[in-house]
């Protein structure tokens, strides 16, 4: 709601893995309310025997890495600077940065939606 959302909407459709929050009653009434399609992915069947991997999930999985590295590397930097800042500002500003710089098709998300 502080990121993604607050800047250019709620999307069409969420996908995420199948984390608690993300998958609960209370995100699934936030997004029927935003009329948002969530799709929780999972892993593939062997995974409940130890043999499966995860099948949709892993490049979000690397944007979020890449995400949380920035952040940490910013609030580091911030603070070493004297100008402290809170864990959610860092993320709130990497969150648009990441958004920004990101190209598919030579076209950053938040040039396409705007």
Same mark, same amino acid.
């Given at each position: 709601?502080? =990121?993604?959302?607050?800047?250019?909407?709620?999307?069409? *459709?969420?996908?995420?893995?199948?984390?608690?929050?993300?998958?609960?009653?209370?995100?699934?009434?936030?997004?029927? #309310?935003?009329?948002?399609?969530?799709?929780?992915?999972?892993?593939?069947? =062997?995974?409940?025997?130890?043999?499966?991997?995860? &099948? &949709?999930?892993?490049?979000?999985?690397?944007? !979020?890495?890449?995400?949380?590295?920035?952040?940490? #590397? %910013?609030?580091?930097?911030?603070?070493?600077?004297?100008?402290?800042? &809170?864990?959610?500002?860092?993320?709130?500003?990497?969150? %648009?940065?990441?958004? *920004?710089?990101?190209?598919?098709?030579?076209?950053?998300?938040?040039?396409? !939606?705007?």
């Amino acid at each position: 709601m502080n =990121g993604w959302f607050r800047y250019f909407g709620p999307p069409k *459709i969420f996908l995420s893995d199948q984390e608690g929050a993300l998958a609960g009653d209370a995100f699934a009434a936030l997004c029927d #309310k935003l009329k948002v399609d969530r799709w929780l992915a999972g892993s593939d069947p =062997g995974r409940l025997t130890g043999g499966g991997e995860h &099948t &949709t999930t892993g490049l979000a999985d690397k944007h !979020i890495d890449l995400l949380k590295l920035a952040m940490l #590397k %910013m609030q580091a930097d911030c603070l070493e600077a004297g100008e402290p800042a &809170t864990a959610a500002e860092c993320v709130t500003e990497c969150s %648009m940065a990441s958004n *920004i710089i990101l190209s598919y098709g030579g076209v950053s998300p938040a040039s396409a !939606i705007l």
